[in-house]
């Protein structure tokens, strides 16, 4: 049988990867709670949309930030140390699977196994969010309906009512689950002290 693979020691995020955290899970949720609100861009008074634009370029500049800082800041802050999905970093996010269905939760070092793979996803969703709102930022002309190619982006941008609650429900759930067993990293992420 396979043996376990060992997880990375655990390394403390970096203060500017925990900055730019705060200002994602600000602006994000934010920009997500206003989503269904920006549906009166097609109105003349559209106070809706604005605000809601104001927050998704608000999302896209602190997600620009942490995209750049993961490909030019600090080690434990890169990409490369969580994806690609090599054999190795695949059978870590398996165990964790595994562990889950045995009601043990995964104890990894950041941005490994399952946490890891899903941080990835929450990445990409966020990125095809601000991709498809900054289009619509240069594009569509409030007070009247989106036509062509815009329409198109808007209803690729409409996947995001699902996608981003199905990212926060796995990421908040693990955090809260971790809380409950004893494991307090969510402190860290309000720049307080783990302990
Ligand atoms: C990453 C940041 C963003 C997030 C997380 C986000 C999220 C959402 C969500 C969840 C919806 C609701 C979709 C629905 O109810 O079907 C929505 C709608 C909308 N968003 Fe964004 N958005 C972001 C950025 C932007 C930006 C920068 C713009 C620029 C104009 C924008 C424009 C719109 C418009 C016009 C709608 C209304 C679509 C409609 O109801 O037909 N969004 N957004
Ligand atoms: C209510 C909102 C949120 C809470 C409570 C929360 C909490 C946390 C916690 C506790 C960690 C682990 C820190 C550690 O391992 O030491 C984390 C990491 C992470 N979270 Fe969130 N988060 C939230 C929203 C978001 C949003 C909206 C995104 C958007 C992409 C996001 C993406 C990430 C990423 C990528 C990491 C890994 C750290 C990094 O490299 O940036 N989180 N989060």
């Known amino acids: 049988m396979d043996q376990p693979v060992t997880a990375k020691p655990s390394e403390k995020l970096d203060s500017f990867t925990i900055l730019l955290h705060f200002g994602l899970m600000i602006f994000a949720v934010l920009a997500w709670l206003t989503g269904d609100w920006a549906g009166d861009y097609k109105k003349i008074s559209h106070l809706g949309f ?3 634009k104001m927050l998704g370029i608000g999302t896209a500049l602190f997600l620009a930030a942490r995209l750049f800082h993961g490909f030019c800041g600090p080690e ?21 699977m595994r562990g889950l269905v045995s009601l043990k939760l995964p104890e990894r070092g950041v ?3 399952l946490e ?9 969703v966020f ?11 240069l594009f569509l002309i409030p007070g009247q309906k989106a036509h062509g190619a815009v329409r198109l982006v808007k209803e690729l941008h409409e996947w ?3 996608l981003v609650p199905i990212f926060l429900a796995g990421h908040v759930g693990a955090v809260i689950l971790h809380a409950l067993a004893g494991d307090h990293r969510w402190r860290t992420v309000f720049f307080l002290k783990e302990n």
């Open 50 to 52: 604005t605000v809601h």
């Open 76 to 96: 434990q802050a890169r990409f490369s140390n969580w994806v690609p999905y090599t054999r190795d970093r695949l059978r870590m996010v398996l165990e964790d």
């Open 111 to 113: 941005h490994q196994g």
């Open 116 to 124: 890891g793979l899903w941080e990835s996803f929450g990445l990409a």
């Open 127 to 137: 990125t095809w969010m601000a991709a498809t709102g900054i289009v619509m930022f």
């Open 160 to 162: 995001g009512e699902w």
